[in-house]
Structures are given as C-alpha cells and as structure tokens.
C-alpha cells in the first residue's frame, strides 16, 4: 500500500500482514510510521485509528527528533576493547546471578536496533553490544533487570517490586534515565 500522511510529522505506511491479528502502529526513528492490518480489517478503518492514536503518535515522533539532536556517536573502540568490555560486562551478570542466586542458562550480545536486553522463557539472556556505552550505573540496571526476568517473564507490579530490591533503589527512575540514551547500529 501507499504511504499516506495524516496531517502527522512523518509518512504513514498501511502494511497488511496475514499474520496481524489486530491493528498495530510502529514507530522508527527515520521518521516512519508503519501501521499494520490484519487482512479482514478495512484500511478507512486503519486510518480512523491512526486519526484516533495522533496524538500519540506525535509525541513519539517528537520523542525520537529530540533524541536524534542530542545524540552522539558513540566514542571509537576497537575490536579487541569491544570484546573486553563485553567480557567485563559477562562477568559482573555471573556475579549478580550468584549474589542474587538467579541462575540463567547462557547470555549472548547482539547487536539490536530496538531492545537493550531480553530474557528467554528458558532463562537465555540477550544483551545488546551497545551496553557498553552506557554509565555503568544503567549497565548493572540492566543487568539486574534480565535477571529479575527468572523469577517474574513479565513487567508486573511484582517485577519491579523485585528489580527494586535487587538494584537497591527506584528502579523506574533507572528505567527513565535510560530512555535518554540512544542505540546504535554497531558494524
């Protein structure tokens, strides 16, 4: 389908997909705006619910634009300080998981576009290589926050109840401070 604009910051992208179960609307920093049907749902009523969800997505867009004018690149590090600080970074999740007694099954960096890390329902933590750039503060955050994923797969009251008592401190505020920092595609 076409993009079409909606009196929005960016294009709009209408995408069917025959897997969608429900409408869905994506944002990307390029600005994009990428909303996703379901094949049985007419795309006048996608664009209702785009008109609906402006608001919103707006205040995404401007989210994005101020993140982009602000962000610098991350400082220059080579192959062999990249792997040392993702070794330094492995070592201190062993220590929390011992300390905390969160035992995980394996963890592995990747570089990705859109999460800082994830926790599999098989206890299989994934990092992202940009971590590294990160204060340490926010790194170890992260780190105890895959690792309250063991006991509590969601973000319930009980999850941040957990990460409270693992990090020591409001970890919401943690979570805000995060959002500040961008990530970067690694080659």
Request: aromatic letters at 8%; one cysteine or more; proline letters at 6%.
């Amino acid at each position: 389908m076409t993009p079409q604009a909606v009196n929005l910051d960016a294009p709009i992208r209408y995408v069917r997909s025959t897997r969608a179960k429900r409408l869905r609307i994506t944002i990307r920093p390029a600005p994009e705006v990428r909303v996703t049907l379901p094949h049985r749902v007419p795309l006048a009523e996608a664009q209702q619910f785009v008109a609906a969800k402006q608001a919103w997505i707006n205040k995404h867009l401007r989210r994005f634009a101020q993140q982009q004018q602000r962000q610098t690149p991350p400082p220059a590090l080579s192959k062999e300080g990249l792997r040392r600080a993702q070794h330094e970074l492995f070592d201190r999740l062993e220590a929390f998981s011992k300390q905390h007694r969160l035992p995980y099954n394996r963890a592995t960096f990747r570089c990705q576009k859109t999460r800082w890390g994830s926790c599999s329902s098989r206890n299989n933590i994934s990092l992202n290589i940009n971590m590294v750039f990160l204060p340490r503060r926010l790194q170890d955050y992260l780190l105890l926050h895959e690792l309250a994923h063991i006991r509590h797969k969601n973000h319930s009251r009980a999850f941040w109840v957990e990460l409270n008592r693992l990090c020591g401190c409001d970890a919401k505020a943690l979570a805000r401070e995060l959002k500040k920092h961008t990530l970067f595609v690694i080659r």
